[in-house]
């Protein structure tokens, strides 16, 4: 059921753990299954040199977080963003139907750390992350 590199990620996740003076963080979850994921990142010259997270979920979860933090560790911001639920799932070599969601999740928080880390800079997450969903304080999606 699951790839031999999935059941890797989750026996051996990779950057588990806190940041305590992390430059960004982000927490989504998922109401349905229960998943919660939070991401620490630590960013030096626009690169991220170090990341870690905390998963409570299943062990999809679990490897699609140690997953999508392996594969933007080092990377600059705009690198990072260019992560894709469908690059962790090919990196992982797939999930089954059921659990694509916690890949989902996992491209959500790594984008979630990087708004925290533009707004503690003063900067407007927007232009570099794009829309948040937030229509309340969206003039663009506010229009009728």
């Given at each position: ?45 626009n690169i991220i ?8 979920g299943c062990g ?52 979630s750390a990087l ?30």
């Amino acid at each position: 059921m699951y790839s031999e590199k999935v059941m890797d990620h989750f026996a051996n996740p990779r950057n588990m753990g806190e940041i305590p003076d992390a430059d960004g963080v982000g927490v989504v979850g998922n109401m349905k299954c229960g998943d919660i994921m939070k991401i620490f990142l630590k960013i030096e010259d626009n690169i991220i040199v170090d990341i870690k997270f905390k998963t409570y979920g299943c062990g999809a979860a679990v490897a699609t977080s140690s997953m999508a933090t392996e594969l933007v560790k080092g990377k600059s911001i705009e690198e990072a963003l260019k992560l894709t639920n469908s690059v962790v799932v090919e990196a992982l070599e797939g999930l089954p139907s059921a659990k694509i969601h916690c890949s989902v999740l996992a491209e959500e928080a790594i984008k979630s750390a990087l708004i925290d880390y533009c707004k503690r800079q003063g900067i407007d997450p927007t232009p570099i992350v794009g829309c948040s969903g937030d229509c309340a304080n969206c003039e663009n999606h506010n229009r009728e």
